[in-house]
Protein backbone atom coordinates (compact mmCIF):
# COMPACT_ATOMS: atom_id res chain seq x y z
CA UNK A 1 0.00 0.00 0.00
CA UNK A 2 1.21 3.40 -0.27
CA UNK A 3 1.67 5.11 3.21
CA UNK A 4 0.30 8.84 3.22
CA UNK A 5 2.97 11.47 2.72
CA UNK A 6 3.65 13.34 5.61
CA UNK A 7 4.31 16.82 3.16
CA UNK A 8 1.36 16.47 1.98
CA UNK A 9 -0.94 19.06 3.30
CA UNK A 10 -4.52 19.65 3.00
CA UNK A 11 -7.51 17.40 4.67
CA UNK A 12 -4.91 15.56 6.91
CA UNK A 13 -6.49 14.62 10.27
CA UNK A 14 -5.14 15.87 13.59
CA UNK A 15 -1.55 13.98 13.69
CA UNK A 16 -0.15 13.67 17.48
CA UNK A 17 3.12 12.61 18.48
CA UNK A 18 1.80 11.07 22.21
CA UNK A 19 5.24 10.38 23.87
CA UNK A 20 7.95 13.03 23.58
CA UNK A 21 9.82 15.01 26.49
CA UNK A 22 11.21 18.47 27.30
CA UNK A 23 13.48 20.09 30.25
CA UNK A 24 15.89 22.70 31.27
CA UNK A 25 18.70 21.50 33.14
CA UNK A 26 18.71 24.97 35.15
CA UNK A 27 15.80 23.41 37.23
CA UNK A 28 18.44 21.26 38.33
CA UNK A 29 16.42 18.65 39.17
CA UNK A 30 17.45 15.81 36.56
CA UNK A 31 19.61 13.07 38.13
CA UNK A 32 19.92 10.95 35.73
CA UNK A 33 21.78 13.23 33.31
CA UNK A 34 25.12 13.73 33.02
CA UNK A 35 27.46 15.53 30.90
CA UNK A 36 28.98 11.87 29.98
CA UNK A 37 25.69 11.68 27.87
CA UNK A 38 26.17 15.21 25.85
CA UNK A 39 23.60 14.87 23.31
CA UNK A 40 20.85 14.64 26.10
CA UNK A 41 22.98 17.25 28.65
CA UNK A 42 21.48 20.61 27.20
CA UNK A 43 18.12 22.29 27.02
CA UNK A 44 15.40 20.76 24.91
CA UNK A 45 12.67 22.97 24.57
CA UNK A 46 9.57 23.58 22.27
CA UNK A 47 11.13 25.63 20.15
CA UNK A 48 13.73 22.49 19.65
CA UNK A 49 10.91 20.34 18.54
CA UNK A 50 9.18 22.74 16.17
CA UNK A 51 10.34 22.35 12.70
CA UNK A 52 10.66 18.36 13.47
CA UNK A 53 7.00 18.38 14.08
CA UNK A 54 6.03 20.92 11.29
CA UNK A 55 8.66 18.70 8.75
CA UNK A 56 6.16 15.90 9.43
CA UNK A 57 2.82 17.14 9.43
CA UNK A 58 2.51 16.90 13.62
CA UNK A 59 0.09 18.97 15.25
CA UNK A 60 0.16 18.25 18.51
CA UNK A 61 2.47 16.54 21.59
CA UNK A 62 1.67 14.48 24.63
CA UNK A 63 4.95 15.67 26.72
CA UNK A 64 5.73 13.08 29.62
CA UNK A 65 7.58 13.46 32.93
CA UNK A 66 10.96 12.72 32.66
CA UNK A 67 11.79 13.28 36.31
CA UNK A 68 9.97 12.04 39.75
CA UNK A 69 8.80 15.36 41.09
CA UNK A 70 5.36 16.74 41.02
CA UNK A 71 7.59 20.23 40.61
CA UNK A 72 8.51 18.63 37.42
CA UNK A 73 5.24 18.02 36.45
CA UNK A 74 4.13 21.59 36.97
CA UNK A 75 7.04 22.87 35.06
CA UNK A 76 5.62 21.02 32.13
CA UNK A 77 1.99 22.64 32.40
CA UNK A 78 4.02 25.92 32.60
CA UNK A 79 4.71 25.27 29.23
CA UNK A 80 1.52 24.33 27.88
CA UNK A 81 0.59 27.90 28.21
CA UNK A 82 3.04 29.49 25.85
CA UNK A 83 3.24 26.52 23.47
CA UNK A 84 0.26 25.48 21.10
CA UNK A 85 1.77 22.41 20.04
CA UNK A 86 1.26 20.47 23.11
CA UNK A 87 -1.86 18.77 23.47
CA UNK A 88 -1.38 17.54 27.01
CA UNK A 89 0.98 16.54 30.06
CA UNK A 90 1.94 12.99 31.72
CA UNK A 91 3.07 13.81 35.07
CA UNK A 92 3.90 12.46 38.25
CA UNK A 93 2.67 11.96 41.26
CA UNK A 94 4.35 9.98 44.82
CA UNK A 95 1.64 7.22 45.11
CA UNK A 96 2.77 6.52 48.45
CA UNK A 97 2.30 9.75 49.89
CA UNK A 98 0.09 10.91 51.91
CA UNK A 99 -0.56 13.93 50.03
CA UNK A 100 -1.15 11.74 46.80
CA UNK A 101 -4.81 12.98 46.18
CA UNK A 102 -4.26 16.30 47.14
CA UNK A 103 -1.50 16.46 44.58
CA UNK A 104 -3.50 15.04 41.75
CA UNK A 105 -6.83 17.01 42.70
CA UNK A 106 -4.86 20.57 42.51
CA UNK A 107 -2.94 19.17 38.92
CA UNK A 108 -6.62 18.26 37.41
CA UNK A 109 -7.51 21.41 37.94
CA UNK A 110 -5.09 22.01 34.83
CA UNK A 111 -6.55 21.37 31.49
CA UNK A 112 -3.61 19.79 30.10
CA UNK A 113 -3.28 17.35 33.05
CA UNK A 114 -4.05 14.09 31.12
CA UNK A 115 -1.91 11.26 32.77
CA UNK A 116 0.63 10.15 35.19
CA UNK A 117 3.29 7.50 34.74
CA UNK A 118 4.82 5.41 36.93
CA UNK A 119 8.55 4.48 36.36
CA UNK A 120 9.21 0.87 37.24
CA UNK A 121 11.70 0.35 34.96
CA UNK A 122 14.96 0.67 37.50
CA UNK A 123 13.37 0.07 40.52
CA UNK A 124 12.04 -3.33 41.89
CA UNK A 125 8.44 -4.23 40.62
CA UNK A 126 7.68 -4.69 44.86
CA UNK A 127 6.93 -0.91 45.07
CA UNK A 128 3.92 -1.66 42.73
CA UNK A 129 2.48 -4.08 44.74
CA UNK A 130 2.71 -1.93 48.28
CA UNK A 131 -0.15 -1.61 49.82
CA UNK A 132 0.33 2.29 49.65
CA UNK A 133 0.45 2.29 45.84
CA UNK A 134 -2.07 0.03 44.85
CA UNK A 135 -4.88 1.99 46.47
CA UNK A 136 -3.57 4.80 44.33
CA UNK A 137 -3.67 2.90 41.63
CA UNK A 138 -7.17 1.59 42.33
CA UNK A 139 -8.05 5.06 43.08
CA UNK A 140 -6.96 6.07 39.62
CA UNK A 141 -8.65 2.91 37.88
CA UNK A 142 -12.06 4.57 39.01
CA UNK A 143 -11.27 7.74 38.13
CA UNK A 144 -10.11 6.53 34.97
CA UNK A 145 -7.25 8.47 34.82
CA UNK A 146 -4.89 7.41 32.39
CA UNK A 147 -1.79 5.89 33.72
CA UNK A 148 2.02 5.39 31.75
CA UNK A 149 3.21 2.64 32.26
CA UNK A 150 7.38 2.28 32.16
CA UNK A 151 8.84 -0.93 32.54
CA UNK A 152 11.46 -3.42 30.71
CA UNK A 153 10.52 -6.69 28.96
CA UNK A 154 12.36 -8.26 32.09
CA UNK A 155 9.13 -7.19 34.00
CA UNK A 156 5.94 -7.65 31.68
CA UNK A 157 4.86 -10.65 33.74
CA UNK A 158 4.70 -8.81 37.11
CA UNK A 159 2.76 -6.10 35.32
CA UNK A 160 0.26 -8.70 34.21
CA UNK A 161 0.29 -9.62 37.93
CA UNK A 162 -0.55 -6.24 38.67
CA UNK A 163 -3.32 -5.26 36.21
CA UNK A 164 -4.86 -8.28 37.56
CA UNK A 165 -5.26 -6.18 41.13
CA UNK A 166 -6.93 -2.94 38.67
CA UNK A 167 -8.39 -4.90 35.59
CA UNK A 168 -10.07 -1.63 34.76
CA UNK A 169 -7.01 0.61 34.42
CA UNK A 170 -6.76 3.30 31.68
CA UNK A 171 -3.25 2.22 30.96
CA UNK A 172 -0.68 2.40 28.13
CA UNK A 173 2.41 0.39 28.25
CA UNK A 174 5.34 2.63 27.31
CA UNK A 175 7.69 1.97 24.40
CA UNK A 176 6.84 -1.68 24.17
CA UNK A 177 8.39 -2.62 27.33
CA UNK A 178 11.60 -2.26 25.97
CA UNK A 179 12.54 -6.04 24.67
CA UNK A 180 16.43 -5.74 24.05
CA UNK A 181 16.06 -5.71 20.01
CA UNK A 182 20.12 -5.20 19.75
CA UNK A 183 20.09 -9.05 21.21
CA UNK A 184 16.74 -9.72 19.15
CA UNK A 185 15.13 -10.93 21.96
CA UNK A 186 11.42 -12.05 21.59
CA UNK A 187 10.82 -14.22 24.23
CA UNK A 188 9.37 -14.16 26.98
CA UNK A 189 8.45 -10.66 25.60
CA UNK A 190 6.44 -12.04 22.82
CA UNK A 191 4.42 -14.22 25.33
CA UNK A 192 3.66 -11.86 28.03
CA UNK A 193 2.78 -9.05 25.87
CA UNK A 194 0.03 -11.33 23.81
CA UNK A 195 -1.53 -12.25 27.35
CA UNK A 196 -1.64 -8.66 28.66
CA UNK A 197 -3.54 -7.55 24.99
CA UNK A 198 -5.79 -10.27 25.34
CA UNK A 199 -6.25 -10.03 28.87
CA UNK A 200 -6.99 -6.18 29.80
CA UNK A 201 -8.34 -4.72 26.40
CA UNK A 202 -8.36 -1.25 28.28
CA UNK A 203 -4.90 -1.31 28.18
CA UNK A 204 -2.34 0.47 25.20
CA UNK A 205 0.88 0.55 23.59
CA UNK A 206 3.21 3.29 22.76
CA UNK A 207 5.11 2.41 19.72
CA UNK A 208 8.11 4.15 20.86
CA UNK A 209 11.38 4.21 22.05
CA UNK A 210 12.79 1.17 20.41
CA UNK A 211 15.72 2.59 18.57
CA UNK A 212 17.56 3.04 22.26
CA UNK A 213 17.11 -0.58 22.47
CA UNK A 214 18.75 -1.40 19.13
CA UNK A 215 22.21 -0.85 18.62
CA UNK A 216 22.68 2.77 18.78
CA UNK A 217 25.04 2.77 15.68
CA UNK A 218 24.36 0.13 13.69
CA UNK A 219 20.33 -0.72 14.20
CA UNK A 220 18.35 -1.18 10.65
CA UNK A 221 14.42 -1.46 10.09
CA UNK A 222 14.01 -5.33 9.37
CA UNK A 223 15.54 -5.74 13.08
CA UNK A 224 12.28 -3.90 14.23
CA UNK A 225 9.88 -5.63 12.22
CA UNK A 226 8.91 -8.85 14.22
CA UNK A 227 8.52 -6.42 17.49
CA UNK A 228 5.88 -3.90 15.69
CA UNK A 229 3.86 -6.61 13.74
CA UNK A 230 3.69 -8.56 17.30
CA UNK A 231 2.33 -5.45 19.16
CA UNK A 232 -0.22 -3.87 16.23
CA UNK A 233 -1.11 -7.99 15.32
CA UNK A 234 -2.45 -8.40 19.54
CA UNK A 235 -3.33 -5.10 20.41
CA UNK A 236 -4.78 -4.16 16.97
CA UNK A 237 -4.41 -0.54 15.09
CA UNK A 238 -6.80 1.08 17.98
CA UNK A 239 -4.84 0.13 21.14
CA UNK A 240 -1.33 1.54 20.20
CA UNK A 241 0.11 4.97 19.35
CA UNK A 242 3.01 6.60 17.79
CA UNK A 243 5.56 8.16 20.03
CA UNK A 244 8.84 9.86 19.09
CA UNK A 245 10.57 9.42 22.20
CA UNK A 246 12.51 12.94 21.05
CA UNK A 247 14.86 14.06 22.71
CA UNK A 248 15.93 10.55 23.83
CA UNK A 249 16.05 8.82 20.53
CA UNK A 250 18.82 11.06 19.23
CA UNK A 251 20.72 8.56 21.34
CA UNK A 252 20.15 6.61 18.28
CA UNK A 253 18.49 8.66 15.19
CA UNK A 254 17.22 12.02 14.60
CA UNK A 255 12.95 12.48 14.99
CA UNK A 256 12.73 12.07 10.96
CA UNK A 257 14.64 8.17 11.42
CA UNK A 258 12.07 7.65 14.05
CA UNK A 259 9.24 8.56 12.41
CA UNK A 260 10.14 6.99 9.30
CA UNK A 261 11.10 3.67 10.99
CA UNK A 262 7.36 3.20 12.28
CA UNK A 263 6.14 4.22 8.79
CA UNK A 264 8.21 1.29 7.70
CA UNK A 265 7.60 -1.61 9.97
CA UNK A 266 4.03 -1.23 10.76
CA UNK A 267 2.20 -3.96 8.97
CA UNK A 268 1.40 -3.67 5.35
CA UNK A 269 -2.79 -3.88 5.50
CA UNK A 270 -3.14 -1.22 7.48
CA UNK A 271 -5.84 0.81 6.00
CA UNK A 272 -5.47 4.77 6.05
CA UNK A 273 -8.10 5.02 8.47
CA UNK A 274 -5.99 2.89 10.78
CA UNK A 275 -2.69 4.70 10.18
CA UNK A 276 -4.59 8.00 10.97
CA UNK A 277 -5.12 6.15 14.66
CA UNK A 278 -1.66 4.99 14.84
CA UNK A 279 -0.45 8.41 14.07
CA UNK A 280 -3.05 10.65 16.15
CA UNK A 281 -6.70 8.94 16.77
CA UNK A 282 -5.64 6.80 19.36
CA UNK A 283 -3.66 9.19 21.50
CA UNK A 284 -6.34 11.59 21.32
CA UNK A 285 -8.97 8.52 22.55
CA UNK A 286 -6.88 7.43 25.15
CA UNK A 287 -6.01 10.64 26.90
CA UNK A 288 -9.17 12.33 26.10
CA UNK A 289 -6.88 15.43 24.70
CA UNK A 290 -8.75 18.25 23.68
CA UNK A 291 -7.87 18.74 19.77
Same mark, same amino acid.
Given at each position: MQYMSMEDEGNTPMRIDAHQHYWSLERGDYGWLSPDVPVLYRNYLPADLEAHLLAHGIQKTVVVQAEASVAETDYMLSLCERTDTIAGVVGWLDLESAGCREDYARLRHNRFFKGIRI????????????? =?? #? $? =??????????????????????????????VPNLRAVIDHIAKPAISRSEQEPWTTHMARIAKDFPGVYCKLSGMVTEADHEKWREEQFLPYVHHIVEHFGPKRVMYGSDWPVCL? =?????????? #???????????? $?????????? =???YRLEV
Open positions: MLQDIDMEYAFRP =AV #L $E =ALRFLEKEQFPVDILIKSHQVEDTYKLLERL =AAEYSEVYTL #LLHTLPQGLSEA $ELEDVFGNNA =AEF
